[in-house]
């Protein structure tokens, strides 16, 4: 047997695909379906076809590892002020032109940039590092399923909590497989049109909202980021459908409008300070809980009781201090934040 498949994990969720002599596999894990020639990676980047089997080249290897505010994820409304120790590694199913992260992201697999990071190395840091549990972020985490399906479970056991920063691009299936051991998510919802994921990110925009929806269904807490470019996803009426949406899950659920900066594939210039101060002013006509992040103004920043409008979390960059809660309540008016867990 050829010694690189012992270091690799067989994949869930592939078949054979045509004639078994060409040893083709069809990757059901995500909505892209990727058809895999023997030798081959699918569009990720890190799962690959070895002899008309699929294996994960990213199991139990990382090339992040770093305790995080929560903020950072961002997750305002769930244990603001904690620290959570934060994995990525390598890979996207999603090529975004403007991408943050694409050093780990939009790059092949190499593996002289990566570290071991077992499931029970991961519990035992996090425990040792009094985390509140382990977010999986910097990269896609949910292409790395094999890793995360086992890890979310282990860390359960120790009452760890599991939370995903994430695209969102995954099928049904397999996401509610690994749904339960969810606590928290802040899934990314690039633009309210297809259209824009077509052209920018090389997805759809439906099995996005559908693994929300199915966050919500479940009962896990749930923020939505929405990074606004200029010219491209910023009309008024995106924003007001993206806000409907939200509303629809929840009134009180976050919504954190983002600036953009120039990066990786994408000139435009940045985002101009009134375009996210008006996708705010729209948001707030239906949510209890609109953010604008990448910005200096603290404002923005802060959560605020919708009822008397009292400063409830003050937050200056990401030191954070809960100034004007009890319980998760109001200590002026009494007001419950319905989405906060403290």
Not at 207 to 227: G, Q, S, Y
Request: proline share 4%; hydrophobic share 35%; charged share 25%.
């Amino acid at each position: 047997m050829d010694r690189k498949r012992d270091k690799m994990k067989d994949a869930l969720y592939f078949e054979i695909y045509g004639n078994k002599e060409k040893k083709l596999v069809k990757c059901n894990l995500c909505p892209l379906y990727c058809i895999i020639a023997d030798g081959k990676v699918g569009n990720c980047g890190i799962r690959k076809n070895v002899d008309g089997k699929l294996f994960s080249l990213t199991y139990d290897k990382f090339t992040s590892v770093s305790m995080d505010p929560i903020e950072k994820k961002p997750l305002y409304h769930f244990y603001p002020g904690s620290e959570i120790l934060s994995l990525g590694t390598l890979g996207c199913n999603f090529h975004c032109q403007f991408c943050q992260n694409f050093e780990i992201s939009q790059s092949g697999f190499d593996g002289s940039i990566l570290r071991d990071m077992s499931s029970s190395d991961a519990v035992a840091l996090a425990k040792q590092y009094g985390s509140i549990g382990i977010a999986y972020t910097y990269n896609e985490p949910l292409i790395n399923y094999e890793w995360l399906k086992e890890t979310t479970a282990e860390a359960k056991k120790y009452g760890l909590k599991n939370v995903l920063v994430s695209n969102g691009y995954i099928n049904e299936e397999p996401f509610y497989n690994i749904v339960e051991n969810i606590d928290a998510a802040n899934i990314d919802v690039k633009s309210f049109r297809d259209e824009f994921y077509k052209k920018y990110c090389g997805g759809k925009l439906a099995p996005v909202l559908r693994t929300v929806e199915i966050l919500v269904k479940k009962k896990k807490h749930v923020e939505i980021t929405n990074l606004i470019i200029p010219g491209l996803n910023d009309s008024d009426e995106e924003i007001s459908d993206l806000v409907d949406w939200v509303w629809s899950l929840g009134e009180e659920t976050p919504l954190h409008f983002s600036r953009y900066f120039p990066c990786y594939k994408m000139t435009i210039k940045a985002t101009p300070f009134p375009t996210l101060e008006k996708a705010r002013k729209i948001a707030l006509k239906k949510l209890k809980h609109v953010y604008v992040g990448n910005v200096m103004e603290l404002e923005y920043n802060r959560t605020y009781c919708p009822h008397c409008k009292e400063i409830l979390i003050e937050r200056k960059g990401y030191n954070t201090e809960i100034v004007g809660l009890e319980v998760g309540r109001c200590k002026k008016c009494g007001y419950k934040i319905g989405t906060l867990q403290i």
